[in-house]
């Protein structure tokens, strides 16, 4: 499914992100799985981040409040929101895929988000916490922890997101 946000939204979004940036500068935080971003990658990550969670609020005709500083709940509802590049657009990637880490609840939805330029968001699908953490999936970049890669062909279409109550 494919979102396009208006120029509002994407003011909107990344008013939010440069909140967020600024207050984990304040907070003095750093990447908890050890990337280290320059800080255009950061301010605008930020940025894309808080596009692709009003991307999917949007497509689910829920309200996102676009808070900051609330690490400790999902993006949504019991659900939270990953975005990345568009694999043509991310020299690192071949394919499009998933992250869940380790220490990720199971009982979550997770979404992917595939980003095509700064107003198209495409959501790829999502899928629950307990289905992502399979054996099958387990990936692992060199000096990096080891997390579960899922193809986009693993995730179920956002629409019967639903259907898929907690754990």
Known sequence: MLIKLK???????????VNRAAHSIRMELKDAHGWRPDPIQD????????SSELAVAKALRVYW???VNTFSRPDLPNIEIKSQLHHMLDRYKETNYLI?????PEEQRYVLVVVHSKTDYRI??????YEAKKEKYISQRVG??????VPLG????IEHIESFPNA
């Open 100 to 104: 869940v880490r380790k220490d990720m």
């Open 154 to 157: 693993a995730l179920h279409p």
């Open 43 to 50: 301010v605008g990550w930020q940025c894309i981040s808080a």
């Open 124 to 129: 790829a699908g999502f899928i629950p916490g």
């Open 144 to 149: 990096r922890e080891p997390f579960y890669q």
């Open 65 to 67: 409040n676009g808070s």
């Open 7 to 17: 120029w509002h939204e994407v003011q909107m979004a990344w008013d939010v992100g």
